[in-house]
């Protein structure tokens, strides 16, 4: 396999993994289906949005109407556009999805390349470290973390606004959605962590690393320049299939009242308050959940879709 | 065999340990204390509270005084909040959870199983196609979604159930359909690539070319070996499901675990806090434990290279 980061020199070589990849997702229409709607889904939230009526607008005289020129979807029992608040409820709900992934992918590659490629103790200490917080309930530990933090961020965002006088209101905004990145990326590490640390144990025996160390490098610079992008493979699959999972953590998390509040807003909380008016007005409900589950169903579809398209032994069954 | 529940075990408890230590320290970490809030009781009765809870201890005599009561009496302390001993509490509403859970599980069980190896056994007919589009659905959609759109169609469309509630035993079906909901997904998925993976070997094209018929095939000689991968998940899934359940339990007002957790976070109550966590901990731990023995009497391959 070509260990060079370098793109040009990999179109070069021509049959490179990742343009074998590419031409077997090709042929896979429900992953290609999938992967553009997530395309168009960021389109919308973060772009669309934008030029749609603002979302925390209250028009009384004007609720629960249906569908009209100036509210596509029509508006909810305040007289707010339906279309976009979903449209920005997206924006938090993907925000927390990516960005918490993020943060967990990051942790996850260090310490699984740190653990495979040291070795010995240090490895063994490492894994044990992980099976012992893969036993804990995940939940119960990211909700009680995600209160602590977001205590934290609570006081941080009042010192800011006092001394370098930042927008008060921007600044609680961002605030109460910076506990969610932490508090899930730091425990949703623990899978990618075991799965590049397998990867890197038979990547470092292989011959370009001996080639590599022949040349005289540094561990460092072989660990981070020919072993990790090696490993960005299984990476990639695993961050497309846990973008969907944060992002119903998050739901469930802003559900219960202890994630996204007021003035922010979520698919997880338009989805709790729209269950309210369930029975005499179920877009309010069904609306928000049809934009969250098709956005999940095609990160799940493409994630698969590319652990396919990536490791071909796999895509039997 | 021995050797290896015995290291299961061991690693168990230092999993309850760690677990103890992390939520102690995150516990502590929230600010203010169970009485800050409290506008309406006095300075000096707050203070006497807080002597009598033994919060004003210092952190590490508090952090080793709740494991010694936990050792030695079971006692995982007395609410805050609501001023109960919190075995008490847990024990009332445990139960509540364990049925619920059970039942969800059961169903999940009975559903993922079949359509699983129906999957499979058809591989890439329209049964697999649609039951597996059903298992992706059943992941995707949450469970606060189901659960009031069950309770308009079946509750109050058709009056066949409660709203919500826990008065009569139909009262389990809704909640119970609910939250197996995504554990039924799972399982379908892992029994159909579990199978899958069996019905390729030598020995199933051995059995089919002895002339048997395609059941019992299945039956006797797949699907020991295709469940694998589910019974493995069952165990964790299950304690997920009793411990999970919150949402579930808020939307059927079901007076399960969950709303002890979910009410102790936000009222900052340490000890039911704690008592909560450790004790799904512990129920994790056991199913973990569980499973891992089961999967190892079912596979002997398992049990061999991790003693």
Redesign the interface.
Known sequence: MNNSTNSDAQREVGNSLWRDAFLRMRKNRLALVSFWLVVLMLAFCFVVAWFCPNPDKIDLDNKFSGPSASHLLGTDQLGRDIFSRTLFGGQISLLVGFVATTVAIGIGIVVGAASGYAGGRTDAIIMRSV???F???F???V???Q??IA?WTK?ASGWIVENWDWDKKLTSRIANIIPLFIALGLFGWLTLARIVRAQVLSLKEQEFVEAAKALGYTRMRILFRHIIPNTLGPTVVYATLTV?GFI?YE??LS????GVEAPNSSW?IL??DG?NF??TE?QL?IIP?LF??LT??AL??LGDGLRDALDPKAS?? | MLRFIANRFL??I??LI??YT??FF??K???GDPFTGEKNIAEETKELMREKYGLNDSVFTQYFLYLKNVFTEGSLGISTSKAHSVNEMIGQSFPVSCVLGITALLIAIAVGVPLGVASAVRQNSWIDYSSMAWA??G????A??V???L??FLA?KLPLFNVAGWSSPRDVVLPAITLGLVTTAYIARLT??GM??IL?QDYIRTAHAKGLPISRVVMKHALRGGLLPAVAYIGPAF??LI??S??VE??FQVPGMGQH??NA??ARDPFL?QGV?LF??LL??IM?LAADILTGLLNPRVRLTQE
Do not use: H, W
């Open positions: 099976d012992t917080l036993a804990i309930p939940l119960v530990v909700i009680v973390l209160v602590v205590e006081n969907p119903m739901a469930t559900y219960l009242g202890l997880g989805i709790r269950a369930l029975e179920p409900l959940g969250f589950s999940l169903l799940n579809f039997k069954d | 690693q168990g230092i999993v760690a677990l992390i939520t995150l516990i970490a929230m600010p992706m659905i992941i995707c959609v949450p606060f979604t659960g009031p759109i309770q308009i109050m159909r690539s899958l993976e390729s304690a997920a411990s999970g919150f949402i808020t939307i957790f979910v976070t936000k806090l966590v799904f901990g994790i731990v973990n």
